[in-house]
């Protein structure tokens, strides 16, 4: 059986599953899944691009291009 017939076998499967738990279990499988693509898909910056992101920072502010924190934090209504 070919992997696009056993997903069309699951979807099926799910739609008559009664079962909250296994829901529930699923929904966490499915998650866990999301996150470790996600995570996979990260790459880590280099020191070049962490300085000049600083530096673009440090021009922004200079030029009052910033939220003040209380301000974003009224903005979010915390």
Request: avoid cysteine.
């Amino acid at each position: 059986m070919n992997l696009q017939a056993e997903k069309l076998q699951l979807i099926e499967w799910l739609a008559r599953l009664q079962d909250a738990e296994v829901v529930q279990h699923l929904l966490r499988v499915k998650e866990d899944n999301e996150a470790s693509a996600y995570e996979a898909a990260l790459k880590p910056m280099t020191k070049k691009e962490l300085v000049a992101r600083a530096e673009e920072s440090n021009q922004a502010i200079a030029k009052g291009e910033h939220v003040d924190i209380d301000d974003a934090l009224a903005e979010l209504g915390d």
